[in-house]
């Protein structure tokens, strides 16, 4: 049974950072790109960033570059998300997901099996 379990949230004023966990379990993690998705209050839920089972990123949201990146630790079957400057519109509920039906390689987000309840990531001063 495929488990993802998501840590690292918290309240940060804006300008501070938060490093996201994810780890997985119930699937062969090498053989699978990982990725996070967001979703704020009233909003639809949106791609973050996803890594391949390569280590190679793809951006779904202009709006993280130069401020997110995203790595994985396959000894520990772990992905994470380092959010630097961070800002009050990054405010939501941060999931990681896999099992996409592209496999190793990022796809939309859409395109995503598994998915972990989710960390409450709240920028405000």
């Known amino acids: 049974q495929v488990r993802l379990v998501e840590s690292g949230g918290g309240l940060v004023q804006p300008g501070g950072s938060l490093r996201l966990s994810c780890v997985a379990s119930?699937?062969?993690?090498?053989?699978?790109?990982m990725g996070w998705f967001r979703q704020a209050p009233g909003k639809e839920r949106e791609g973050v960033l996803c890594i391949s089972a390569y280590g190679s990123p793809t951006y779904y949201q202009d709006s993280v570059k130069g401020r997110f990146t995203i790595f994985r630790d396959p000894a520990k079957n772990m992905v994470y998300l380092q959010m630097n400057n961070l800002k009050p519109e990054d405010t939501a509920v941060y999931h990681c997901t896999t099992l996409p039906r592209t496999g190793p390689y990022c796809s939309t987000i859409d395109n995503f099996a598994s998915w972990g309840q989710g960390t409450q990531v709240t920028v405000s001063s």
């Open positions: 119930g699937f062969t993690f090498d053989n699978y790109a």
